[in-house]
Every structure is written in structure tokens, then in C-alpha cells.
């Protein structure tokens, strides 16, 4: 009897030890502490930031700015807009990083780009996109061409601003026109014109085409790709 007891208490102690260990085991493979781990941090924040840098343009701006300032702080590029105006690139981009470390991303710029126009704007929030922020927009597209004289887009732009048509994109260039005796103008708008105002779309090409003869200019009004 007494070997018949000893032998029923070392068979429950052992039960007990494998019930420990595996519950350990289970435990681990489940990542309990990695679970106790992860409740007790918070995710970091991620914004979008408005990245301008505008300077000589030269040899690598585009890898300096990749491989000095976004890639260092993390960071990640959105859409992207570059050109070369007379001697100089500028670029304008959209940057994702984490909120704490906008500050860093701004002397990380200032250092590799110091003698250039540099500036990082928060954005409202969320991604920047071609369509505005508001009421919804019918988007069309409208081509102006024509000899180069002052003031041609600020004309169109007023004439826009006055329909509460939004300009969400620009593309222009001055071409030149050596072989016929002046420049051209060419340049290409993304508008968004008020949705309930699509039935007046042909109106609209009527009043371009009328204020592009006053200027002397041929104006578009095409569908947006």
C-alpha cells in the first residue's frame, strides 16, 4: 500500500509538471509574451508632408534628396512633381513618415541642400490627391495654345475663379516659335467644374473660345483621361 501511494503521488506530480510545462509551450508558440508585449505599446503616427526644394540644378539632386533626407528619417515618397525652370530643378513631393520625426526630416534638408529654396508643409491629413477637398467636381481638361503674350493665364484663371471652377493640375511651357516669328503658349489645365454644372459644358467651351480670340489664343475644353 505504501509503494501504491507513493507511486499515485509522483504520477499526479508529474502530471502537474507537464501540465506547467505545457502550458509554457502553448504559451510560446501562441507568443503570449509578445502579446503582452504588443498591448502595452501604442502605433506610432504617420503623416503626409509637403517636401519643396528649388535650386541650380545640377548632377544627383534627385539621389541627395532620396538617399540624404527621406530614406534616413524612414520616410517615403508620394506623388511627385519635378522641373527644370532656366537653370534650376525643383521638385515638389509628398513625403509619409512618422509624425515625430518631421522636424528631423527639415535639417536633413537644410544640410543637404543649403543653398536652396527648401520648405515641408503638413498637410490637412490623409494623402494628397489630384481631386480637392470640398464639394464633388467634374473634371475636364483645358488646353490653351497660341503666341506667348503677358498675362495669358491670368486671364483664363480669373475667368475660371469666376465659375467656381477649381484648377487641380497645370502643365505649361513656352515653345519656341524662331521659324514663324514669336513663342508659343502652351499649357494644359485639370479643372473641376461643379457637379450639376456638366449640362452646361458645352456653354462653357462657347465662353473659353470667345475669351481665347480677345487674347488671341486657340482654348480646348477636353475630357480628363
Known amino acids: 500500500p505504501g509503494l501504491l ?127 480637392a477637398a470640398g464639394a464633388p467636381r467634374l473634371q475636364k481638361q483645358l488646353r490653351v495654345c497660341g503666341p506667348d503674350e503677358r498675362n495669358i493665364l491670368g486671364r483664363f484663371c480669373e475667368y475660371l475663379a469666376q465659375k467656381d471652377i477649381e484648377i487641380l493640375d497645370l502643365k505649361s511651357e513656352v515653345l519656341s516659335g524662331s521659324h514663324i516669328g514669336y513663342d508659343v503658349f502652351d499649357t494644359t489645365l485639370t479643372i473641376g467644374i461643379p457637379v450639376g454644372e456638366d449640362s452646361a459644358t458645352e456653354d462653357l467651351q462657347q465662353e473659353l473660345s470667345r475669351l481665347g480670340e480677345e487674347i488671341g489664343v486657340e482654348a480646348t475644353l477636353m475630357p480628363f483621361p
Open 5 to 131: 501511494i507513493l507511486s499515485m503521488l509522483s504520477f499526479a506530480r508529474s502530471n502537474r509538471v507537464i501540465a506547467a510545462l505545457s502550458s509554457r509551450a502553448v504559451g510560446g508558440l501562441l507568443g503570449a509574451p509578445g502579446l503582452r508585449h504588443m498591448s502595452s505599446e501604442t502605433a506610432t503616427p504617420y503623416e503626409s508632408v509637403i517636401v519643396c526644394v528649388s535650386g541650380t540644378n545640377r548632377v544627383g539632386f534627385v539621389r541627395d534628396l532620396c538617399s540624404d533626407c527621406i530614406h534616413p528619417v524612414d520616410g517615403s515618397l508620394g506623388r511627385t512633381r519635378m522641373a527644370i525652370l532656366g537653370q534650376d530643378f525643383s521638385v515638389i513631393a509628398e513625403v509619409n513618415l512618422q509624425s515625430g520625426r518631421v522636424d528631423e526630416l527639415k535639417q536633413k534638408l537644410t544640410d543637404a541642400f543649403p543653398d536652396y529654396l527648401v520648405g515641408v508643409k503638413r498637410t490637412a491629413g490623409g494623402s494628397v490627391g489630384l481631386q
